[in-house]
């Protein structure tokens, strides 16, 4: 009888599960149409019925499945409210096929850290920018994050009808990244990406210091990683503190696994154990290739205003 399947391919398995569960959800509490939206700190950061439900659907899940493992979610919540129609039980059959990377055999549940946003691009998801939504699970070990899935719950929603809506995508460290099809940003363009809603003069400065030829603005960390993946996008620049550690686990985990790399402004990885501060305060750059390209142009003035 085959070796039952490593502890980190089990979690992402259930985690991919999870995250399809949470994207009907997000569909459902769009079509029912009471979004129930609370302002957080403010008008740009909004907490909506669907960023709740599916919070505690996928930590209540993954809880039940790996009770040791530390799961960090953005929003603050009570667990006791977690109806059984919100669990997840299943699992994706297909990533457990998967040989697990030798250097994560090991791993035990309790060193697992997994970042939950349960709804990235809350704000465009308010204002019906439905394709920059996406719910993000990042699992960490080490500090790095070494595995994530992205589900994107309206990927084909202007395709019309007959289409199919929605797509997760996934990868681990070792194996790669299912779910899309990896393209290159044309070569010899630098098409930059950034914040929809969050911009200042210092975001706006150093996009400026980088020349590029296009700047495409949209929601959602998740989002701004997946222009990146598929060539629509040759660098992510963020240079302000608003990001979280949420935002950025699962996407980094799916970037680097297709050899991609994604750091602060300063070149510094993140960290992800548990005890780490939640805020990437000294903003995002990232690349699918030739990060050294746009990291040598990030000005000396933007570096010295953000302190990681």
Same mark, same amino acid.
């Given at each position: 009888?085959?070796?039952?399947?490593?502890?980190?391919?089990?979690?992402?398995?259930?985690?991919?599960? !999870?995250?399809?569960k949470a994207a009907?959800? #997000?569909?459902?509490?769009? !079509?029912?149409?009471?979004?129930?939206?609370?302002?957080?700190?403010?008008?740009?950061?909004?907490?909506?019925?669907?960023?709740?439900?599916?919070?505690?659907?996928?930590?209540?899940?993954?809880?039940?499945?790996?009770?040791?493992?530390?799961?960090?979610?953005?929003?603050?919540?009570?667990?006791?409210?977690?109806?059984?129609?919100?669990?997840?039980? /299943?699992?994706?059959?297909?990533?457990?096929?998967?040989?697990?990377?030798?250097?994560?055999?090991?791993?035990?549940?309790?060193?697992?850290?997994?970042?939950?946003? +349960?709804?990235?691009?809350?704000?465009?998801?308010?204002?019906?920018?439905?394709?920059? #939504?996406?719910?993000?699970?990042?699992?960490?070990?080490?500090?790095?994050?070494?595995?994530? #899935?992205?589900?994107?719950?309206?990927?084909?929603y202007e395709a019309?009808?007959?289409?199919?809506?929605?797509?997760?995508?996934?990868?681990?460290?070792?194996?790669?990244?299912?779910?899309?099809?990896?393209?290159? !940003? +044309?070569?010899?363009?630098?098409?930059?990406?950034?914040?929809?809603?969050?911009?200042?003069?210092?975001?706006?400065?150093?996009?400026?210091?980088?020349?590029?030829?296009?700047?495409?603005?949209?929601g959602g960390a /998740?989002?701004?990683?997946?222009?990146?993946?598929?060539?629509?996008?040759? !660098?992510?620049?963020?240079?302000?503190?608003?990001?979280?550690?949420?935002?950025?686990?699962?996407?980094?985990?799916?970037?680097?696994?297709?050899?991609?790399?994604?750091?602060?402004?300063?070149?510094?990885?993140?960290?992800?154990?548990?005890?780490?501060?939640?805020?990437?305060?000294?903003?995002?750059?990232?690349?699918?290739?030739?990060?050294?390209?746009?990291?040598?142009?990030?000005?000396?003035?933007?570096?010295?205003?953000?302190?990681?």
């Amino acid at each position: 009888r085959m070796a039952s399947p490593a502890l980190l391919m089990r979690v992402v398995a259930s985690a991919y599960s !999870a995250a399809e569960k949470a994207a009907t959800i #997000v569909r459902n509490v769009m !079509a029912a149409g009471d979004l129930g939206i609370v302002e957080k700190t403010g008008a740009n950061d909004l907490q909506t019925k669907a960023d709740r439900l599916v919070q505690m659907s996928i930590c209540a899940s993954l809880a039940r499945k790996f009770p040791k493992v530390t799961i960090i979610g953005e929003e603050e919540l009570s667990t006791d409210e977690v109806t059984e129609e919100l669990i997840e039980d /299943g699992h994706c059959e297909e990533i457990l096929k998967k040989t697990c990377p030798a250097q994560y055999t090991g791993i035990k549940e309790e060193e697992l850290v997994i970042w939950v946003d +349960p709804l990235d691009g809350t704000k465009e998801y308010t204002e019906g920018l439905l394709d920059h #939504v996406t719910v993000l699970i990042g699992i960490a070990y080490g500090g790095k994050a070494i595995a994530g #899935v992205i589900n994107q719950p309206y990927y084909n929603y202007e395709a019309g009808a007959g289409a199919v809506l929605g797509r997760t995508i996934w990868g681990v460290l070792g194996i790669g990244a299912f779910g899309f099809q990896l393209t290159e !940003a +044309p070569a010899g363009k630098h098409i930059v990406v950034t914040t929809r809603s969050h911009s200042n003069a210092l975001v706006n400065d150093c996009i400026s210091a980088l020349n590029p030829d296009s700047v495409i603005r949209v929601g959602g960390a /998740g989002n701004k990683i997946i222009q990146l993946i598929e060539g629509k996008a040759s !660098a992510y620049v963020f240079a302000s503190p608003g990001c979280k550690k949420w935002d950025t686990c699962a996407p980094e985990a799916i970037l680097h696994a297709v050899g991609g790399k994604i750091t602060d402004i300063h070149g510094n990885p993140f960290q992800y154990n548990k005890e780490v501060k939640h805020m990437n305060s000294a903003g995002v750059l990232a690349a699918l290739r030739n990060y050294d390209y746009y990291a040598s142009r990030i000005p000396n003035t933007v570096k010295q205003s953000l302190v990681p």
